[in-house]
């Protein structure tokens, strides 16, 4: 009798331990970075000098924000008609890829290329987020015109 007692508190223990173990497993482990606005460090584009041979500098290459104030900016993919999906990409890089993944293939959030969504509904989530989803809303740290860029690029991802 005593070695059936013991045979059943150690069942009921191990099954106790495994519910426990898999109520765990079940949430997140990982806490998803807070986003940020801080736009990347550019690229170094030529490599350091070296103390024997002096290295020709060229002139800086033009950057997607250098357009003339005449000229509306290019919209890349054609996916919206008022957002640059050149500009988007660089929002996306510091505020989205760390959920959704650099190409859009999903991360914590879910993928984003190939969406079926439209610039305008694109444009509503990332302002107001979607607090059942996880998704924060970014209407205070992103302008109308960044969210239309963003949105613009994300149109791209899958094509």
Known sequence: MLDSKRLWI???????????????????????????????????????????????TAAPAPTATAVPPTEAPANTG????????EAGAKVYASTCAACHGQKGEGVLGPKLAGTSL????????????????????????????????????ILTLGK
């Open 10 to 56: 150690g069942i009921g223990t191990s099954l106790l331990l495994v519910l426990l173990l898999s109520a765990c497993a079940s949430y997140p482990q990982v806490k998803a970075p807070e986003p940020t606005n801080t736009p990347l460090p550019a690229a170094p584009t030529e490599p350091p000098a070296t103390a024997t041979a002096p290295v020709p």
């Open 78 to 85: 054609g996916s919206s008609a008022e957002g640059n999906a």
């Open 118 to 153: 439209s610039a305008e509904e694109i444009v509503t989530i990332v302002k107001n987020g979607k607090p059942d989803g996880g998704m924060p809303a970014f209407g205070a740290q992103l302008d109308s015109q960044a969210m239309q860029d963003l949105a613009a690029f």
